[in-house]
């Protein structure tokens, strides 16, 4: 499959307008004074399905022309992305989702139409993939090393630097590489001097060996509350990372923590660990952001907060109803 360009960005925006939200721009006072920087976060929180990914699932569903089922495997944002996408597309879509699945994504899926599969052992989840689209004679849809879905994913980058063309730096987290791979076509087909960084967990650090070894280097027992970013990048995501990238940005799960915390106690915003992710370079003041205008995707906000509420309801008084 050829590589996507800024031009498959374009297009993949027209198909999408509508469709997709257009997603704001927010500021924080205290993050730019934490920070030292001018920072804008670009909230795909409030997307469809919650996170970036609709747009990448919907760019990709509407470029397969037939009516075969789709089948995609994710446990997560990917997975509700597809479901919605088939569901607009008049498309069925068959989900592997192996375990440990989260119950909230699981829900959502099955809420927009999706078929459920899961795979009796996590680890024969692909194989467990490819024999279901042999099956079905399905359409196979990756979740980031597909060309359809980076050139969808970069449409988020193209309408933040629509809403703010003097960005000088992006952010973005990095698993298999789709979001950062559109990003980088998107923001170097506006201004090829806009630096793009990738911000990875330390504990699931294989893109930045990948991108130095110039090879795929497997992502081996990833250790990290960042879920979505357990993966390795792909055969298409690895060489336009490799061109465009600036750099990369190194994040302990403490660093991960407390980056949630800020945003959602300064900002009011619930977002994903792999979201804060790329807020965390800015709250330990990286020397190469201090004093510039950045930009920060924050990929999602689907975060499982039912040990919060149960907490809260077991500290109340049950309601009686009376008043």
Same mark, same amino acid.
């Given at each position: 499959?050829?590589?996507?360009?800024?031009?498959?960005?374009?297009?993949?925006?027209?198909?999408?307008?509508?469709?997709?939200?257009?997603?704001?721009?927010?500021?924080?006072?205290?993050?730019?004074?934490?920070?030292?920087?001018?920072?804008?976060?670009?909230?795909?929180?409030?997307?469809?399905?919650?996170?970036?990914?609709?747009?990448?699932?919907?760019?990709?569903?509407?470029?397969?022309?037939?009516?075969?089922?789709?089948?995609?495997?994710?446990?997560?944002?990917?997975?509700?992305?597809?479901?919605?996408?088939?569901?607009?597309?008049?498309?069925?879509?068959?989900?592997?989702? !192996?375990? !440990?699945v989260n119950p909230i994504k699981r829900a959502a899926v099955q809420e927009y139409g999706g078929i459920v599969h899961v795979p009796a052992d996590p680890r024969d989840?692909?194989?467990?993939?490819?024999?279901?689209?042999?099956?079905?004679?399905?359409?196979?849809?990756?979740?980031?090393?597909?060309?359809?879905?980076?050139?969808?994913?970069?449409?988020?980058?193209?309408?933040?630097?629509?809403?703010?063309?003097?960005?000088?730096?992006?952010?973005?987290?990095?698993?298999?590489?789709?979001?950062?791979?559109?990003?980088?076509?998107?923001?170097?087909?506006?201004? !090829?001097?806009?630096?793009?960084?990738?911000?990875?967990?330390?504990?699931?650090?294989?893109?930045?060996?990948?991108?130095?070894?110039?090879?795929?280097?497997?992502?081996?027992?990833?250790?990290?509350?960042?879920?979505?970013?357990?993966?390795?990048?792909?055969?298409?995501?690895? !060489?336009?990372?490799?061109?465009?990238?600036?750099?990369?940005?190194?994040?302990?799960?403490?660093?991960?923590?407390?980056?949630?915390?800020?945003?959602?106690?300064?900002?009011?915003?619930?977002?994903?660990?792999?979201?804060?992710?790329?807020?965390a370079p800015l709250l330990r003041r990286e020397p190469a952001l201090r004093g510039k205008r950045v930009g920060v995707i924050i990929s999602g906000g689907n975060?499982?907060?039912?040990?919060?509420?149960?907490?809260?309801?077991?500290?109340?008084?049950?309601?009686?109803?009376?008043?």
């Open positions: 499959m050829a590589l996507p360009t800024f031009h498959d960005v374009e297009r993949a925006a027209a198909r999408l307008k509508g469709v997709a939200r257009e997603t704001p721009v927010q500021t924080s006072r205290q993050l730019d004074g934490y920070s030292h920087a001018s920072v804008f976060l670009k909230c795909e929180n409030f997307q469809r399905v919650g996170a970036f990914k609709f747009r990448g699932a919907y760019n990709a569903v509407t470029q397969r022309s037939s009516s075969q089922p789709v089948v995609a495997l994710s446990s997560g944002n990917h997975a509700q992305g597809i479901a919605l996408a088939c569901r607009l597309s008049g498309k069925v879509a068959h989900l592997v989702m !192996p375990e !440990p989840a692909e194989l467990f993939s490819r024999d279901l689209v042999r099956e079905l004679q399905g359409e196979w849809i990756e979740a980031f090393n597909d060309a359809d879905v980076i050139a969808g994913q970069g449409t988020a980058a193209l309408e933040l630097l629509g809403h703010v063309p003097d960005l000088e730096i992006l952010l973005g987290p990095i698993g298999g590489g789709g979001l950062l791979s559109g990003t980088c076509l998107a923001a170097h087909g506006i201004n !090829p001097r806009v630096r793009v960084f990738a911000c990875e967990p330390a504990g699931a650090l294989d893109a930045l060996y990948s991108i130095r070894e110039n090879r795929i280097v497997p992502q081996e027992r990833p250790q990290t509350i960042a879920e979505g970013l357990r993966t390795s990048v792909g055969t298409l995501t690895l !060489p336009v990372l490799r061109d465009h990238l600036a750099g990369f940005f190194v994040v302990e799960e403490e660093e991960i923590v407390a980056a949630m915390r800020f945003v959602y106690e300064r900002m009011k915003l619930v977002i994903e660990p792999a979201s804060a992710v790329a807020v975060v499982d907060l039912s040990q919060y509420f149960d907490g809260l309801s077991s500290a109340c008084p049950p309601f009686s109803g009376e008043r």
